[in-house]
């Protein structure tokens, strides 16, 4: 029997609060816990020892871990129709960590049809959660309450972003909703499959990905990675990247980064020029994140048991491995 880190993908990362540590959720519901100080501390020697997971733990037995999200107190856990809630504490140390909530979605009672939990963003202690049954739960992360459901797709919701009062979410049905959150309601809405210069219908309609700014929206899926006018809804940039699939967008500062299924990650500016690609170690892209402080790192992870680290975002520098 082959081993199953052979077959693993990894399907989210987050950083923790503080920046020490880069947390990894995979498809057999298992998080591995590496600090950032063993392999970006230039003093450190990079052992195979030094390489190796600090924590590693599993939520549930073979159910994939869909979404990561780091608050002040809690690893928040998005697996299917279930989000749990770790303390920081047993997320860093304990192999037999102890949940320390859980809230758990409206269903059917019918096990098969749980929705999974693609995607969670954090506002002001609310959860705003994008799930498999096409609506966005509310939830009050204080006390695991649902407030409201927001209804505003027709097929899954893949990508959630959040800026001030609005929030941009991408889905299965080829949609990118805007949303005022004090209404609750959607105020805006763009469909990239319609545009001829955007479309790719060998792909499908779906919005894998989905970015917002003051002045910005960005998007992809199987609809080329496009750059828009946010108030005028217009598109600006069709970014010329070789993928069959957008995964992964983000607008930093005056760049765009994106992964899918492709050959490389990508640096780019607003124009569509490309600043760096990055050979990737997984066929498809489904995570990265990045930060400044207290270690400048981007970590790139999809298909593939490995992740890819990058210390000034324009090359590899590391591989680390989930076994």
Known sequence: MLNKSYYNTILCLTFSPCGNYLIVGDIY?????FHLYRFMNPNVNASSQNLSCSNSFTVQEDVQINSLLSTEHYLVVGVVGEIFGYDWKVVKNNKDAKVSWKVELPNSNDLFNKAEINCVINKEGVLYVGCGDNKIYVINLEGGRIL???????DYVHSLFNMGDELASGGEDGVVNIWDIRSKTVCNKIEPYKNDEIARPNLGKWIGTVCINDDWLLCGGGPKLSLWHFRSLTPSTVFPLDDQGIYF???VNDKVLA???ADHFYNMVFNGDIVSKIPTSCVSVFSAVHQE?????LCIAGSSPKIDICSNFNYKDQVLVVT
């Not at 409201?148 to 027709?154: A, I, Q």
Request: hydrophobic residues 20%; without cysteine.
């Open 259 to 261: 992964g899918g299924r």
């Open 29 to 33: 519901g298992k998080i591995t816990v």
């Open 148 to 154: 409201r459901t927001l209804s505003g797709h027709s």
């Open 249 to 251: 967008g983000e607008i």
């Open 293 to 297: 402080e207290p270690y400048r790192a």
